[in-house]
């Protein structure tokens, strides 16, 4: 069974400065990564996903994740932020050979302050 | 292009009573799941739909059930409703099992009281 850790329930951050959002994962089994975003009210909007190959991922608005397997981590950082980025922020993975299911973290609200 | 649609968008209900929520894949999708995002926590897997059969369950009683017609749109029922099912209900759509990327509705936002 997996199992998704984001270390982090809340991150305040001042406009312009970099963040990084935390995401552990456990699994025995090789796995799919993703990294959703969801504002308030709404559905969930995927960011980026890691499903194989170079382990830096580039995503939608300049935000970008490192897969580091030794660490089973899946960080996902962003180098300047803007206010629109106020978020709550989902940490998700999927078994390869069976991705219908996401297993989800409990989520990051990240919180942009002018 | 129409993306995934829910509906309603938000619905109260009495305890012990029935509902049925609806979901229309984005097109080109032929397969549907349904989560569950209870306020505060992280979209929990209900169970996934692919030529209008379940193909896997999450940890979800026989309360829920679903159902997928031929032109892909699903239904998620729950029966005897209980407080604790107050949530976001989050329906996504893919191509395929398996499939690499699911595209998440704006969700059914269910009140039980």
């Known amino acids: 069974a997996q199992s998704v850790t984001q270390l982090d329930s809340q991150v305040p951050v001042f406009e312009e400065a970099p963040v990084e959002l935390r995401c552990n994962y456990s699994?025995?089994?090789?796995?799919?990564l993703f990294w959703y975003v969801q504002y308030p009210n709404q559905g969930l909007q995927l960011l980026l996903k890691?499903?194989?190959?170079?382990?830096l991922v580039k995503g939608i608005n300049g935000f970008e994740a490192e897969f580091n397997k030794s660490q089973t981590s899946f960080h996902l950082r962003k180098p300047s932020v803007h206010i629109s980025d106020t978020a709550e922020y989902f940490c998700?993975?999927?078994?390869?050979?069976?991705?219908?299911?996401?297993?989800f973290g409990q989520g990051t609200t990240l919180q942009v302050k002018p | 292009d129409a993306g995934v649609t829910q509906s309603p968008t938000h619905l109260i209900k009495t305890r012990g009573q029935q509902v049925t929520l609806r979901c229309s894949p984005k097109?080109?999708?032929?397969?549907v799941s349904w989560y569950q995002q209870a306020l505060g926590q992280g979209p929990q897997f209900i169970f996934q739909?692919?030529?209008?059969?379940?193909?896997q369950r999450g940890n979800f009683p026989d309360r829920f059930s679903g159902h997928q017609f031929p032109n892909y749109s699903s239904e998620l029922n729950v029966n005897a409703l209980l407080l604790g099912d107050s949530a976001l209900y989050l329906c996504?759509?893919?191509?395929?099992?398996?499939?690499?990327?699911?595209?998440f509705g704006q969700g059914t936002r269910l009140t039980v009281v």
């Open positions: 996504a759509s893919g191509t395929g099992v398996p499939n690499t990327e699911a595209f």
């Open positions: 699994s025995s089994v090789s796995v799919y």
């Open positions: 739909y692919y030529e209008e059969e379940e193909r």
């Open positions: 890691y499903l194989s190959g170079s382990t």
């Open positions: 097109s080109g999708h032929d397969t």
């Open positions: 998700a993975v999927s078994d390869r050979g069976n991705t219908g299911k996401l297993i």
